[in-house]
């Protein structure tokens, strides 16, 4: 992780997270299984993680194959969702969140199947990505910003990955 903003002394305004490492945190978090309406499974293999600045998301496409007992065969598709992220205090964690779904695509499905899987499509992407850890901030890393009574704001996303900027904490009791 790389401190921008750090010369010498002087204290960071924010962290940045480069695209590639985001991409190995999530690579981690993959594949997944969820069952679909007690019949099919549907099986998520590891997404291919982009940036979406100006929306201020990521995006991911998630490799998907469907099958189960009623289904001769297994079908290949893909899942494509956008999704916020967001800062998780209690274990210095940025987190995904606002998971909106652009595509679930099974290739070979009959229309009825399709259609049924599009009904389920938000809950599953709600499920697969839903508060997935994209990265976790290090001790280390933020220890002059603790003393400093810094932490984590706003999380902007650019072309090459994440920059978190870095305000001073809200007084005891506060909320942002």
């Known amino acids: 992780m790389v401190a921008a903003g750090c010369s010498g002394k002087s204290v960071p305004s924010s962290v940045s997270v480069s695209q590639q490492k985001l991409q190995e ?3 981690k978090r993959f594949p997944k299984q969820f069952p679909v309406a007690g019949l099919l499974q549907l099986d998520l293999k590891v997404p291919q993680l982009s940036m979406r600045p100006e929306r201020n998301m990521l995006n991911a496409v998630i490799p998907a194959e469907l099958s189960g007992k009623v289904l001769k065969e ?11 992220l967001r800062y998780e205090p209690s274990d210095r964690t940025l987190r995904a969140h606002q998971i909106k779904v652009n595509q679930l695509s099974i290739d070979g499905l009959s229309p009825a199947l ?12 709600e499920q697969a990505m839903g508060q997935v850890v994209l990265y976790q901030l290090q001790d280390q890393d933020l ?4 003393a400093l009574a810094m932490e984590p704001g706003a999380i902007t996303v650019t072309a090459q990955g994440l920059t978190v900027a870095l305000v001073q904490k809200a007084p005891q009791g506060v909320k942002r």
């Not at 297994?74 to 916020?84: C, I, M, W």
């Open 143 to 146: 220890a002059l910003v603790d």
């Open 114 to 125: 399709s259609d049924m899987l599009g009904t389920y499509s938000t809950a599953l992407a």
């Open 25 to 27: 945190m999530l690579a």
């Open 74 to 84: 297994r079908f290949s598709g893909l899942l494509d969702v956008d999704f916020a």
